[in-house]
Every structure is written in C-alpha cells, then in structure tokens.
C-alpha cells in the first residue's frame, strides 16, 4: 500500500512528467517507473498511468481544432479505428498475465524512449516528404488498418503513440504536417479515452494515485506551457531519453 511518502513522490513525478509532455514529450517515461519503483504492480501501474494522463491528450486536440477543417472524412475514419485499437489494446493488457507484462516491460521502455529519441527525425522526413510529395491525395481508407494497429499499441502501453501514429499518416496519407499532426492528436485522444474508459471498471486501477496523477499532471502542464518559451524541447527530450534507458536497463536486470 502507499503511503503519504509515496503519494508525495508520485504528486512530483507527475508534475514533472506534466511539464515535460507540454515541452518535448515523453512523461510516461517518469511516471511509469516511479509507479512500479514505489511497489506497484506493472500492469496497475499501465492502467493508472492511462487513466491519470489521458485528458493531456484533450489539450493538444483542441489547440489545433482548426487544422482540422476539411480533414472530416478522414476523421469519421480514424476516431472509429482508433477506438477499435484503443480498446483492443486494453483488452490484451487486461488478459496478459502480470508475469509476462514484467517480462515485456523493459522492451516496451525501450521502444517508447527511441520513439522518443527519434521524434525530430521522423518529423523532418515527414515534412521533407509533404513538400516533395506532388501526387494525388490518396484514399483515407488506406490508413485505417495501419491506425488501428497502431492504437492497439497505445491501449497496451502507450508511451510515444503520437510519434507512432505520426509516421503511420504520413505513410499513408499526403498531406501536411500540421495537418497531420493534428489528426495524430485526435487519434491518441480517442485511442486512450477507450483504453481509459476500459481500465475505470478494472480491478488493477490504483484510484488514489490515479487522483493524485491527474492533479499533478495538470498543473504541471500549465507550467510546462509557461516555460515553453524559456526551455529547449530538444534539451529535455534529450534528459528524457537518458532517464529512458537507465530506466530500461534496470528492468532489463530485475
């Protein structure tokens, strides 16, 4: 059981993490470990960290509400497959014994910190790509497969979704990145509501950090909006992605 301590502990990863999702991305990365380093189990630490972040994902969605315009055939697409992988996702990770998860977790560290890692590169491909890229628009229904694969990852884990999600539309639709990155938005925010909504009525969840989480996280979101200005997002994804793998190594030897 946790203890004041703890909740404490957590108040600040989660203010932290907050902060460094508004920034660069990436606060999984924090919130996670600190769960499972304060002696929750893996699988509830996933479930409560889904639940405590998920409406981060709200912001990002209704800051680029107007790259949105002209993209609803696209989105009465994606938001069904999102909610499909989302869902599925949850489903895999409710069944998934706690011991394999252990088992798994230090690839899936390792996969969200060089997602992470390699963000700025695969924006710049993209953004190479759709100012090169003169053909037609392709058919959005080329990318629902892709998308619900790739949001059955973000309902299992969810750790560097949007950077996975990213490369999914910019390999199978033409156009903008902005544009793109807006839908991304949308997709994650569907993909982890599911997921989120799933988890509420799973016995795993932690509530009380889940509360904590969420309070700390807002607030440390407020304060990585402010600091926007002031911090480069290329230094601290670089501070992330060093605590990443440490993080990934220790659990790769308990």
Same mark, same amino acid.
């Given at each position: 059981?946790?203890?004041?301590?703890?909740?404490?502990?957590?108040?600040?990863?989660?203010?932290?993490?907050?902060? =460094?999702?508004?920034?660069?991305?990436?606060?999984?990365?924090?919130?996670?470990?600190?769960?499972?380093?304060?002696? @929750? *189990?893996? @699988? $509830?630490?996933?479930?409560?960290?889904?639940? $405590?972040?998920?409406?981060?994902?709200?912001?990002?969605?209704? &800051?680029?509400?107007?790259?949105?315009?002209?993209?609803?055939?696209?989105?009465?697409?994606?938001?069904?497959?999102?909610?499909?992988?989302?869902?599925?996702? !949850?489903?895999?990770?409710?069944?998934?014994?706690?011991?394999?998860?252990?088992?798994? @977790?230090?690839?899936?560290?390792?996969?969200?910190?060089?997602?992470? !890692?390699?963000?700025?590169?695969?924006?710049?491909?993209?953004?190479?790509?759709?100012?090169?890229?003169?053909?037609?628009?392709?058919? *959005?229904?080329?990318?629902?497969?892709?998308?619900?694969?790739?949001?059955?990852?973000?309902?299992?884990?969810?750790?560097?979704?949007?950077?996975?999600?990213?490369? =999914?539309?910019?390999?199978?639709?033409?156009?903008?990145?902005?544009?793109?990155? !807006?839908?991304?938005? =949308?997709?994650?925010?569907? &993909?982890?509501? !599911?997921?989120?909504?799933?988890?509420?009525?799973?016995?795993?969840? @932690?509530?009380?950090?889940?509360?904590?989480?969420?309070?700390?996280?807002?607030?440390?979101?407020?304060?990585?909006?402010?600091?926007?200005?002031?911090?480069?997002?290329?230094?601290?994804?670089?501070?992330? =992605?060093?605590?990443?793998?440490?993080?990934?190594?220790?659990?790769?030897?308990?």
């Amino acid at each position: 059981m946790l203890n004041l301590t703890g909740y404490t502990i957590i108040a600040l990863a989660s203010l932290a993490a907050g902060a =460094v999702n508004a920034l660069a991305g990436g606060g999984t990365l924090i919130t996670f470990p600190t769960l499972t380093a304060l002696g @929750v *189990p893996p @699988v $509830a630490a996933n479930m409560t960290n889904t639940v $405590a972040l998920c409406p981060g994902y709200l912001g990002g969605s209704l &800051a680029q509400r107007q790259d949105l315009r002209g993209q609803e055939q696209r989105l009465w697409l994606y938001i069904p497959a999102s909610i499909i992988g989302g869902l599925a996702g !949850a489903v895999l990770l409710q069944v998934t014994p706690g011991r394999l998860f252990r088992a798994l @977790v230090p690839y899936l560290v390792l996969t969200a910190t060089l997602l992470l !890692a390699f963000q700025e590169g695969i924006r710049g491909w993209l953004t190479r790509r759709s100012k090169g890229d003169q053909s037609p628009a392709a058919s *959005p229904w080329r990318g629902v497969a892709p998308v619900v694969l790739s949001t059955v990852y973000g309902g299992y884990f969810g750790a560097g979704l949007g950077v996975v999600v990213l490369a =999914v539309l910019g390999l199978t639709d033409d156009d903008s990145l902005t544009r793109l990155n !807006a839908v991304k938005q =949308v997709i994650s925010l569907s &993909a982890n509501v !599911a997921a989120a909504v799933f988890f509420l009525f799973s016995p795993h969840l @932690v509530w009380p950090a889940a509360l904590v989480m969420f309070a700390g996280a807002l607030l440390g979101g407020t304060l990585g909006g402010k600091l926007a200005g002031r911090v480069k997002p290329g230094w601290l994804r670089r501070i992330v =992605v060093a605590v990443g793998v440490v993080v990934a190594v220790i659990y790769f030897f308990h």
